[in-house]
């Protein structure tokens, strides 16, 4: 049973600090890693994605990989209230064709103005 | 490009009912996926197209759930003789040939009484 694991939280930041994220997942062969965002009854929304071992920035959005670990993280910087949500980190399956996506149960972050 | 859409958005219907959901993804995107999400959890993979043909279905979809993709575009799943159980947020993704990247739909909200 491949498993990706998140701290649950609720993760609390004042607004303008940095949030930090974690996950950790089983396959070890896995390739491909999503970070989604996920507002309270909505769908995910694509936030980040990353590759290849080492740092990837987008904006306030850093993610960060090291497979040797079987680690993934999500940095967001300068925080604001808008960023409250719940974080979904995904892994794409690495055996077979079926590209499917393996889940965490998803960090809630709250970001206090 | 219109997004991943689907319909209903919300179904209420009592035990023992059959429910269908259609899902119409982005245009020329030949992948398209089920997932199922609970209160707390993140998604959890159903199955998965590719054009036409039904390539995986998770162990969760017993044999009272069933997907279609008849011409390779829009995607149905049925519910047959649903339970309480099945109350969950029914989410259609899709992605393009050779493309990683899964752009979710808004979902259909499931709950039965």
């Known amino acids: 049973q491949k498993e990706v694991e998140q701290n649950s939280g609720p993760l609390s930041v004042p607004e303008g600090a940095i949030a930090s994220l974690n996950c950790t997942y089983s396959d070890r062969g896995s390739q491909s890693f999503f970070w989604y965002r996920q507002y309270s009854g909505k769908s995910p929304e694509l936030i980040m994605f990353i590759y290849s071992n080492g740092d990837k920035e987008d904006g306030r959005f850093t993610a960060q990989l090291n497979k040797a670990s079987q680690y993934v993280s999500l940095l967001i910087r300068d925080s604001q209230p808008s960023d409250s949500a719940t974080y979904l980190c995904a892994v794409m399956d690495s055996g077979g064709s079926n590209y499917k996506l393996t889940f965490g149960k998803g960090t809630l972050l709250t970001v206090n103005p | 490009d219109t997004g991943v859409s689907q319909d209903p958005r919300h179904k209420i219907t009592k035990r023992g009912q059959n429910v269908t959901f259609r899902c119409d993804p982005i245009s020329e995107h030949n992948r398209l996926y089920w997932y199922r999400q609970t209160l707390g959890q993140g998604p959890e993979f159903l199955t998965y197209f590719q054009n036409e043909a039904q390539l995986e279905k998770s162990r969760l979809l017993s044999d009272r759930f069933s997907a279609e993709r008849p011409k390779g575009s829009f995607s149905t799943l049925e519910i047959q003789r649903t339970e309480q159980g099945d109350s969950a947020m029914y989410l259609c993704?899709?992605?393009?040939?050779?493309?990683?990247?899964?752009?979710f739909g808004a979902g259909t909200r499931l709950s039965v009484l």
């Open positions: 993704a899709s992605s393009p040939e050779g493309g990683n990247i899964q752009y």
